[in-house]
């Protein structure tokens, strides 16, 4: 009776080992796969970085001008020029792109005064476009081209 249970015993103890599978007999996913994914959402992560750093540096370097010329200061503003109508644009590529339309004389500082407003006019009429002073989509386009 005894080898009769032992033996019982171990042929479910068997049985109960094929049933469940191991380890080893799953199915694999490619290797690297779970990783390209995972490197994906990071480069996404660090261009988001970027943008923020970048926009941070344009506060401060704004800030820090500001404050060169003596004048009173509270909280830094955002980032947003009111002659920069185009997302992304940065006012050092406005200015660069205006110097290579030969519409624009003064450094290329991103500080954008009287010069770079009067430089956008001068392209605006040149290119028959609404002299605003203000780059917007069709401006920034034919600028940058």
Same mark, same amino acid.
């Given at each position: *009776?005894?080898?009769?249970? =032992?033996? @019982? +015993?171990?042929?479910?103890? !068997? =049985? +109960? !080992? =094929?049933? @469940? %599978?191991?380890? #080893? #007999?799953?199915p694999r996913q @490619?290797?690297?796969?779970?990783? +390209?994914?995972?490197?994906?959402? *990071? ?12 926009? /941070?540096?344009?506060? /401060?370097d704004s800030y &820090? ?6 004048? +009173?200061? %509270?909280? $830094?503003?955002?980032?947003?020029? $009111? *002659? !920069? ?5 940065? $006012?050092?590529?406005?200015? #660069?792109?205006?110097?290579?339309? &030969? ?6 500082? &991103?500080? /954008?005064g009287r010069k ?6 001068? =392209? ?11 780059? &917007?989509?069709? #401006? ?6």
């Amino acid at each position: *009776m005894r080898k009769t249970f =032992f033996y @019982a +015993s171990f042929l479910i103890f !068997i =049985f +109960s !080992i =094929f049933a @469940a %599978g191991c380890a #080893t #007999t799953r199915p694999r996913q @490619a290797p690297g796969a779970d990783l +390209s994914q995972q490197v994906g959402q *990071m480069q996404a992560q660090l261009q988001a970085r970027d943008q923020q750093i970048q926009d /941070l540096q344009a506060q /401060l370097d704004s800030y &820090g001008r500001a404050v060169d010329r003596g004048l +009173s200061v %509270g909280k $830094p503003k955002a980032v947003s020029n $009111p *002659m !920069i109508h185009v997302p992304g644009v940065t $006012p050092k590529e406005l200015q #660069t792109a205006l110097k290579k339309a &030969g519409c624009y004389s003064g450094p290329v500082d &991103g500080d /954008l005064g009287r010069k770079t407003k009067k430089a956008i006019k001068e =392209f605006q009429k040149k290119h028959g476009l609404a002299a605003d002073g203000v780059v &917007g989509e069709k #401006t920034w386009t034919l600028l940058s081209a």
